[in-house]
């Protein structure tokens, strides 16, 4: 008879498939992706969308550049002047320029769409956004907070809050974004980059401030 040869433990092989789909997810539902991600459906079910399909992607290149381009680069080369990996960057001590450069960029964005005379609904996505940048950073000076449980919860506070002020049903979009904020706030305590007190205050910044915006703007 032939040897046994030992497979790889399944346990091993299941862990491995875990983290690579938190990883992703993590990726995927970044929050500097999501200014643009809720700009898409404002784009498609608003009267925005009588707009014409070049404007449309204009404006969305320029969400782009001001919400992913500009402050990912301006934190990259931050972490490159300094030798720092991206989990180094990640300690709290290390989180307020990163925190600043993002603020910045967010505000000459709506500064830019002010200029151009934007609807003040489609502002207030990104006065949602500024506001969690503002708050995070401000909380990130005593404790860690996690702006991608901040980020996700902030589409679900503004969803709601456009449900106030646009006739539509909100509650299959409702379901879907409350699954995937769980989804990112899953992924990132699987990474082992925030406890379970982290992601649920950021959950709540972020929906508090995503609501506001909306409602109060």
Known sequence: MSPNIPSEPRATRKDYVIVLTA?????????FYLPVMAFVPLLAFSYL????????????????????LIPRFAIYLYRKFNGWTRHQLGKRERRFVPYLLSIASYAALLYTMNAIHMPRFSQSIIVGALAIQVVCG???????????????????????????IIPFDPTAWL???????????TARLILRQHTLGEVGLGTAVGFACGLASVVAF
Do not use: D, E, W
């Open 23 to 31: 990883q992703v997810v993590s990726l995927i539902f970044s929050p």
């Open 49 to 68: 969308n009588m707009l014409p399909i070049a404007t449309k992607l204009v404006l969305l290149a320029m969400v782009y550049v001001f919400t992913i």
């Open 138 to 164: 401000l909380l990130n000076s005593r404790l860690k907070v996690s702006t991608h449980a901040a980020a996700s919860g902030g589409v679900v506070g503004a969803l709601m809050g456009f449900s106030f």
């Open 175 to 185: 379901c879907l974004t409350i699954l995937l904020c769980g989804m990112v706030c």
